[in-house]
C-alpha cells in the first residue's frame, strides 16, 4: 500500500494567527464622524484602504473592525441607522473579497442614555475586544496590529501588548485624547499594509 506523506504542520509549528485591528471612521472610512446615513451623506472608504485589506487577508492575516460608536451611545442616532448602515459597510467590503471576521463597535456607554447608558469591557482604550479575538480566534496579540487615527484604539492595543500604527488620514493622531506613541506612523491605510507586506510579486 503506498504511503502518503502527512501534509499537516507538526503541533508547535502551524504559523501563528495574526489580526489587523482597523479603526473604521478615518482610518478605512473617509470620515473622522461616527455614522453617517448610508441613505443622505454620501460616504467612502480611504483610497486603496479595501485593496490593502484584501492583499493583507490573502497573506493570512485575519481583519478585525474596531471602533467606539458614541454618537449611538449618546442617542444622538438610531440604533437601527446604525445597523443600516454596519450592513452597508460589510457588503461592500465583501463585495470586493474582504471578510471581517468580527466586527467589534461598542454601542453603550456610562454616561450613555437608555440601553446603551452602561459600562462595556469592549469600549475604547479598554481591552475587551482584543481578548475576546485572543479567545475565540485564537489571534496571537503580540504578533497582531491596532492601526487607527485616533489615540484611544491605538492606547488600548498597547495595553493589550500589541503592535500599533498610527495613520495622518481622519484626525491624524491629533485628538490628544489620551499621550500615545505608535511604532508605526503611516499617510493612510495602505501605506502601512505595503509596508507590512511588502512589494507585490512582480510589481514594477
Known sequence: MRRFPNTRPLSGTEAPVRGLFIDRWGTLIASDTSCLSPRSIPWSFVPRAV???FRAQQAGWLIYLIGNESAVAEGLVEESL??????EI???LAAQGVHVARNYACLDHPGGKGAHKRPSVFLLPDTGVFY???QQDGVVL????????GTLELAAGERAGMRTAGVRTGRGLSDGELAIDPQFVA???AEFIGTLLGPRVGAH
Open 142 to 149: 503580540e504578533k497582531s496590529w491596532v492601526i487607527g487615527d
Open 187 to 189: 499617510q493612510d491605510l
Open 51 to 53: 485593496d490593502g485589506l
Open 90 to 92: 460589510l457588503a461592500q
Open 132 to 134: 475576546h479575538a485572543l
Open 82 to 87: 446604525w445597523l443600516e448602515q454596519e450592513r
